[in-house]
């Protein structure tokens, strides 16, 4: 079992940045593949950014590419996503996720993909 637990989230106005953290503790060596995702209200839950912690490769979704960077400590129990020039369209509850099956990179960013998850931080982007 893996047990994720995410902060780092609030209110920030358009243009500003956000780090946001992913805290990683239980049997982490089943942590092999790490993403983070987000929900806003009335919408699915859509992949962010992922990363396969073995080798260090990471994939991001297009809505952000340019603007956010996923990256983990060396001890690989945490990991994070900076997130700069937000949007109000950033908006959206994030969750930290973990699976110790990695899919193939292009597969990295779909939910099914994952079978931990934490129970997620807010991001509020005002105009």
């Known amino acids: 079992q893996v047990h994720l637990v995410e902060s780092g989230g609030g209110s920030v106005q358009a243009g500003g940045s956000l780090r946001l953290s992913c805290a990683a503790s239980g049997y982490t060596y089943s942590s092999k593949c790490m993403g983070w995702f987000r929900q806003a209200p009335g919408k699915e839950r859509e992949g962010v950014a992922a990363?396969?912690?073995?080798?260090?490769?990471?994939t991001y979704a297009d809505s952000v590419k340019g603007r956010v960077t996923i990256s983990q400590d060396n001890s690989k129990t945490m990991m994070y996503l900076q997130m700069n020039s937000l949007k109000p369209e950033d908006t959206a509850m994030y969750y930290c996720a973990a699976t110790n099956l990695c899919p193939a990179t292009r597969w990295l960013l779909l939910r099914d993909a994952y079978n931990y998850w934490g129970q997620g931080t807010q991001v509020t982007v005002s105009s």
């Open positions: 990363i396969d912690r073995s080798g260090g490769s990471t």
